[in-house]
């Protein structure tokens, strides 16, 4: 009998279901990565993986920290269901026991099968979902679904650059702060000297993003920047103390100040946007700083509403 030669066994082995990608991949922006099944590449529409037909998709992302915590509380009891009476499974990953379930449903007028997984990420938590059609689920079986789950890990932050380079905009300084972190990615972006643990209000803080939606005639920019300011999530107890129209790097803009109440904590802080506008869209800067951090923060925050630049 003729002997296979390795080469030729590794090929058999490859052919009796989908391997692995050789590391762990993290889609850009995300603290949850894991090591993709081989036919699976970067999503271009979304954070995470998919086939190159764009049937079977793996969507990778982030939930509140506590959302884990609540996952793992209904899912312990012994006869816990899913909320569609799936009975969830665990398993364990390089970030800690994960639960999961699977589920057949529609897309349409093909059938397909969800998993959906939930893992610890101390701060956050992690959230993979798979979906797999019916023509694909002999290559993507149950099996191999449950080891690409096991290969998932969380990472501490996203570098800077990585963050920075999903933004919309260019920012050329980021005026000492600690933390870099996208709220949004592609949309939002957060610099701070506190952290998600303790929280952002008790230290200077920033918030850049892009508004949709501007004022179509100059004369009610004025009541827009008041308007909006006054509904920053997490400002209460506000009292406008300046609103005037300046030129930012060669455009119109306007400059609103606050004193508000922030926080859990109830901190005092005097609270700056500035609105940019120019084209569709409009660049929102915020900066909040507890009063007492107001004259030293407020430097910070203009260097790095000048430093910010249009991308391309």
């Not at 101390?122 to 993507?140: D, L, M, R």
């Not at 930012?248 to 506008?277: C, H």
């Amino acid at each position: 009998m003729k002997r296979l030669q390795p080469l030729t066994v590794a090929a058999l082995l490859l052919c009796a279901g989908p391997a692995f990608a050789a590391d762990v991949t993290y889609p850009t922006g995300v603290r949850v990565g894991l090591v993709p099944l081989v036919g699976l590449n970067r999503a271009k529409a979304f954070a995470g993986f998919e086939s190159e037909d764009q049937k079977v998709k793996v969507l990778v992302t982030e939930l509140p920290a506590d959302a884990y915590g609540e996952v793992k509380n209904a899912f312990s009891k012994p006869d816990a269901v899913g909320p569609t009476g799936i009975r969830p499974q665990t398993i364990e990953t390089g970030a800690g026991t994960a639960y999961y379930t699977v589920e057949t449903a529609k897309d349409g007028a093909d059938t397909v099968k969800r998993y959906s997984m939930m893992l610890p990420g101390g701060t956050f938590s992690g959230y993979v979902a798979v979906q797999v059609p019916e023509n694909a689920a002999k290559i993507y079986t149950d099996d191999a679904v449950r080891q690409m789950f096991a290969t998932a890990i969380t990472r501490k932050e996203v570098p800077v650059d990585e963050q920075l380079s999903m933004m919309p905009f260019n920012v050329t300084d980021l005026g000492n702060f600690k933390n870099v972190r996208a709220l949004a990615p592609g949309a939002a972006l957060v610099l701070a000297d506190g952290d998600e643990a303790t929280g952002f209000e008790p230290a200077p803080f920033m918030v850049i993003g892009i508004i949709g939606a501007t004022p179509p005639n100059p004369d009610d920019r004025a009541r827009f920047a008041q308007e909006s300011a006054t509904r920053i999530p997490g400002v209460r107890d506000w009292k406008i103390t300046m609103s005037e129209p300046i030129r930012i790097d060669g455009q119109p803009a306007y400059e609103t100040r606050l004193d508000a109440i922030s926080g859990k904590d109830n901190t005092q802080v005097t609270v700056v946007q500035w609105l940019r506008f120019g084209g569709p869209r409009m660049l929102r800067i915020v900066g909040s700083a507890p009063r007492d951090k107001w004259s030293e923060a407020f430097p910070r925050f203009r260097a790095v509403r000048d430093g910010i630049k249009p991308r391309g």
